[in-house]
């Protein structure tokens, strides 16, 4: 089947940079979308951004918009979202997740990463 395994949290201050990685395995020919969706305690689910695998197409949320950059790189099976001038409020779990159709909607994403915890302090 498909596995995603994420890395690249933890923690950095008010202004700094992370990039989280997802590297998938199994299944990787088949085509679909990418996405990134985060959590906080005591908020519901948020997307944050998608790639097409195949072409690249991208969609970002309003709150990801010019800070935030998705990226794949194909030979390595692997999406990176880049994230800079990070805010305390991008403080969450961040979730990787592969789907059959480019969309925001957490719904339509069948495999799940683990999360990883990105944690911004001032």
């Known amino acids: 089947q498909v596995q995603l395994v994420e890395s690249g949290g933890g923690l950095v201050q008010t202004g700094g940079s992370l990039r989280l990685s997802c590297s998938m395995s199994?299944?990787?020919?088949?085509?679909?979308?990418m996405a990134w969706f985060r959590q906080a305690p005591g908020l519901e689910q948020e997307f944050v951004a998608t790639?097409?695998?195949?072409?690249?197409?991208?969609y970002y949320a309003d709150s990801a918009k010019g800070r935030f950059t998705i990226s794949r790189d194909n030979a390595e099976n692997t999406v990176y979202l880049q994230m800079n001038s990070l805010k305390p409020e991008d403080t969450a779990v961040y979730y990787c997740?592969?789907?059959?159709?480019?969309?925001?909607?957490?719904?339509?994403?069948?495999?799940w990463g683990q999360g990883t915890q990105v944690t911004v302090s001032s």
């Open positions: 997740a592969r789907g059959d159709v480019f969309s925001h909607d957490a719904r339509h994403y069948t495999f």
């Open positions: 199994g299944d990787t020919f088949s085509r679909g979308a």
């Open positions: 790639i097409t695998w195949s072409g690249g197409s991208t």
